[in-house]
């Protein structure tokens, strides 16, 4: 078993979560402006991507281009990590492969303070995604917590490169959002996720 074999059903029985699911958790947080180079390049791919129709294609063209810009835009403070192994309990299906990782720190080289993980929509259904996204997002409690990492909330996104859900995990509880963004709120959602991803100790 691994993180993706999680339903949301699933993922709330094995590790006692409660779901907070009727509040709209970002709806304060400000747009931010985004470069020229992310401008150009989603009204490029973004049809492109959704015509393909494919998850390596939203991925390649959407996904990795606007984790880019909150890179750019947090420069030394945080690391972003694709498609990399992230074991933490193989017993209980805490293992296997993350989309992507955003780590509140510039560590490079391994993954250090896991903060943010985004998961890549099954077939365009977000909520197919949840269950494994808050799968990694509980695994990085235990990791952050064995490691005596100060963080204080672990949050997530699940998309289709088109559309954005995010949740927040703060001890047994996950709050989903009850809103989801789209490319047309994409200032919104660079908003979003630079406040996530900023350390804030």
């Known amino acids: 078993m691994a993180y993706s074999d999680f339903t949301l059903k699933k993922v709330k029985s094995d590790f006692n979560l409660k779901t907070i699911e009727n509040l709209s958790l970002f709806s304060e947080i400000e747009e931010l402006e985004i470069s020229d180079y992310l401008e150009k390049t989603l009204k490029r791919n973004v049809p492109l991507a959704l015509s393909i129709n494919t998850e390596k294609a939203r991925s390649e063209l959407i996904i990795i281009n606007i984790l880019l810009e909150v ?6 403070k945080i690391s972003l990590f694709s498609g990399i192994d992230f074991n933490v309990d193989k017993e209980r299906g805490l293992n296997g492969f993350c989309d992507y990782i955003i780590s509140q720190s510039s560590e490079q080289l391994y993954l250090d303070v896991p903060a943010i993980f985004i998961a890549e929509a099954k077939n365009e259904n977000i909520i197919s995604g949840v269950g494994q996204c808050l799968a990694e997002m509980y695994a990085a409690r235990i990791y952050n917590e064995k490691e005596n990492n100060k963080v204080s909330y672990i949050y997530g996104a699940v998309t289709t490169g088109n559309e954005w859900k995010f949740i927040k995990l703060i001890k047994d509880s996950a709050y989903i959002d009850n809103q989801s963004y789209y490319m047309s709120d ?12 900023e350390p804030k100790n």
């Open 71 to 76: 890179k750019e835009k947090l420069s030394d």
């Open 186 to 197: 994409i200032k919104k959602i660079i908003g979003i996720l630079v406040n996530m991803a």
